[in-house]
């Protein structure tokens, strides 16, 4: 299944910081993250995903898709 704010209580967490760790990466990136029933979210895999949704962000955001519109990127990126 696909997480989202709105089934978060469907997954299971180790910890309230994991959960909000998923939290943080499903409302505030354009990640996309699957669960898989009866498997649990640690802290240290719920970090993992967030450092990778985070520095994928950050690429997006620092290069325009044209190089010469940076208009895309301002987009992208508000």
Known sequence: ???TRNNLN???FENHDARLLIEYV???TQ???YYYH???LTVENALKL???AIRAEELVC??????YDNRIKEVLCS
């Open 1 to 3: 299944m696909m997480i």
């Open 10 to 12: 469907e997954v299971l």
């Open 26 to 28: 499903v409302t505030h």
């Open 31 to 33: 990640a996309t993250l």
């Open 38 to 40: 009866g498997i649990e």
């Open 50 to 52: 967030y450092n990778r």
């Open 62 to 67: 620092s290069m325009p898709l044209n190089p």
